[in-house]
T-cell receptor, first 113, second 115 residues
Framework: DSGVTQTPKHLITATGQRVTLRCSPRSGDLSVYWYQQSLDQGLQFLIQ???????AKGNILERFSAQQFPDLHSELNLSSLELGDSALYFC????????????FGPGTRLLVL | GNSVTQMEGPVTLSEEAFLTINCTYTATGYPSLFWYVQYPGEGLQLLLKATKADDKGSNKGFEATYRKETTSFHLEKGSVQVSDSAVYFCALSEDSGAGSYQLTFGKGTKLSVIP
C-alpha cells in the first residue's frame, strides 16, 4: 500500500458525459501527478500540482482539467467524454525532500461506452 | 525530448531462471532512472531507482545500474519466482527547472514466470 488513495476504482459512463476522479496523496506530500495508461499510448503524464498550484502540464486534452484543494487532495475532471478516453488513470504523489520519487495510487479504470 | 525504450515482451521464463530486461533512454540533461512494477489489477510500485551515473539500485533481488556511457538501465534478477510475474516499466525523470519531475515511461515488458 503506497498511501495514495483514488476513488472510484471503476467508472462506466457514456460518450459526452463528464466525470470526476479523486486522489488523496500520501500524508505530507505536496505534489500530485496525474497519468493516463492506455493500450495504444502507454503511460503518459497529464498534469502536476504542487501545494494547490499547477506546476507542469503534459499531454492533457483541453476537455480535461484538474485542481488541488487546500487539504491537498486533487480531482481530475474529464468532460465531453469520447470512446478513446477509456483508460486507467493514476495519480501519484511525492514529497518536498525527494520530489523525484513518486508513489502511485491503485488507479481509476474508466470505461466510456 | 526525453524518451525511454525497453525491450518488447512478453518474456516467459522458468522459475529460477536469470532475468534481464533491457532499457535505454534519451534525455537532454541528467535524469534519474526508475523501474516500476505493475502486478495484475494493481497500480505501479516503485521497484528501484538510481540518481546518477554508476549508481546501482537494488530491491527484492532485482538490480539495475545507471550507465551513462551507454544510456542504459537494464533490470536484472538472478533467480526469478512465479510471484515476479508482472509488467515492468522503465522510467526517467528530469527536473524541468520548475520543480517538476514528471516521469517518462517505456512501454512496459510483461514477464511471466512458469513453475
Amino acid at each position: 500500500d503506497s498511501g495514495v488513495t483514488q476513488t472510484p476504482k471503476h467508472l462506466i459512463t457514456a460518450t459526452g458525459q463528464r466525470v470526476t476522479l479523486r486522489c488523496s496523496p500520501r500524508s505530507g506530500d505536496l505534489s500530485v501527478y496525474w497519468y493516463q495508461q492506455s493500450l495504444d499510448q502507454g503511460l503518459q503524464f497529464l498534469i502536476q500540482y504542487y501545494n494547490g498550484e499547477e506546476r507542469a502540464k503534459g499531454n492533457i486534452l483541453e476537455r480535461f482539467s484538474a485542481q488541488q484543494f487546500p487539504d491537498l487532495h486533487s480531482e481530475l475532471n474529464l468532460s465531453s467524454l469520447e470512446l478513446g478516453d477509456s483508460a486507467l488513470y493514476f495519480c501519484a504523489s511525492s514529497n518536498r525532500e525527494d520530489g523525484e520519487t513518486q508513489y502511485f495510487g491503485p488507479g481509476t479504470r474508466l470505461l466510456v461506452l | 525530448g526525453n524518451s525511454v525504450t525497453q525491450m518488447e515482451g512478453p518474456v516467459t521464463l522458468s522459475e529460477e531462471a536469470f532475468l534481464t530486461i533491457n532499457c535505454t533512454y534519451t534525455a537532454t540533461g541528467y535524469p534519474s532512472l526508475f523501474w516500476y512494477v505493475q502486478y495484475p489489477g494493481e497500480g505501479l510500485q516503485l521497484l528501484l531507482k538510481a540518481t546518477k551515473a554508476d549508481d546501482k539500485g537494488s530491491n527484492k533481488g532485482f538490480e539495475a545500474t545507471y550507465r551513462k556511457e551507454t544510456t542504459s538501465f537494464h533490470l536484472e534478477k538472478g533467480s526469478v519466482q512465479v510471484s515476479d510475474s508482472a509488467v515492468y516499466f522503465c522510467a526517467l525523470s528530469e527536473d524541468s527547472g520548475a520543480g517538476s519531475y514528471q516521469l517518462t515511461f517505456g512501454k512496459g515488458t510483461k514477464l511471466s514466470v512458469i513453475p
